[in-house]
């Protein structure tokens, strides 16, 4: 089954308003309209950002989705310092990453909430962006398998298939995050795979085939053919290299 790649850029705490809206209008001078026929782009700006960013591509008529980079479960209440997928979604938010290893490792982000997030997200209509990935610790252990897919299991608990189906899944491995080491070819392809059978099992063969799997961790120009070519490697979540109109766009050519 072909299925259509992601580019997601995830910006994580970067960008004024101000630089949002310069680096938004790059991105959108850069795009042509034809590109989201063969790619699905999104852009996760700072929560601040988003607005501001979702103006720019909605008056360009650029099919560019924005997404936030975290949220919480609950429509409303007494949260303080919370973003609910509601206001995601009034704000014109399509996507939103969840369970990113810098949540779960600095701010307490455990499967359970990363279920619920998932949850929530999909009763509001909006994509789930669903990290996964092992410290170098667990892979020099040998159990990365093990722990991708002990972690999916968690994020997909209680979600029914066709939810399930409205969900993205992004493998970044930890030890590859911003450090300019990215896995190879092979070594993320395998966990890809795995991740796939993972959801073969938990659902169905159809469903498995239809997900989208993405790659995350120092993807750059130099290193996005050879992880795109990768049979269960559906696109990227995209990190520093987003920071930039031209390597973000780059990037997005590269799936195409
Ligand atoms: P990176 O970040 O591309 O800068 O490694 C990827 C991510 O954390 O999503």
């Known amino acids: 089954m072909a299925r ?27 795009y042509y309209r034809d590109w989201s026929d063969k790619v699905d782009i999104v852009v996760c700006p700072p929560f601040v950002d988003l607005k501001s960013v979702y103006n720019v591509f909605e008056f360009d008529h650029a099919r560019i989705g924005v997404g936030g980079q975290d949220v919480f479960w609950e429509k409303s209440g007494a949260y303080t310092g919370e973003i ?19 949540r779960r490792t600095m ?8 279920n619920r997030k998932a949850k929530a997200l999909i009763a509001e209509g909006l994509t789930p962006i669903i990290c996964v990935g092992e410290s170098l610790a667990v892979r020099d252990e ?7 897919t002990a972690q999916v299991d968690a994020a997909f608990a209680g979600i029914e298939e066709a939810q399930a189906a409205k969900c993205i899944i ?3 491995p930890i030890w590859a995050i911003g450090t300019g080491r990215t896995a190879t070819p092979e070594q993320a392809d395998e966990v890809c795979r795995v991740i796939r059978e993972k959801i073969e099992e938990l659902y169905s063969k159809d469903l498995a085939e239809g997900m989208r799997i993405l790659y995350g961790g120092s993807m750059n120009v130099g290193n996005v053919e050879g992880l795109i070519a990768c049979p269960n490697i559906d696109g990227g979540l995209i990190g520093g290299a987003a920071l930039k109109a031209d390597s973000f766009c780059d990037l997005i050519k590269a799936c195409m």
């Open 4 to 30: 259509k790649p992601v580019m997601a850029g995830n910006w994580k705490m970067n960008n004024t308003t101000g630089e949002a809206v310069v680096l938004a209008q790059e991105i959108s001078n850069r």
């Open 84 to 102: 609910s997928p509601h206001m995601l979604k009034e704000i014109g938010c399509t996507h939103c990453i969840i369970g990113h290893s810098e």
């Open 107 to 114: 701010f307490g982000e455990t499967n359970e909430f990363v």
């Open 142 to 148: 040998g159990t990365t398998n093990e722990f991708v």
């Open 170 to 172: 992004a493998y970044e």
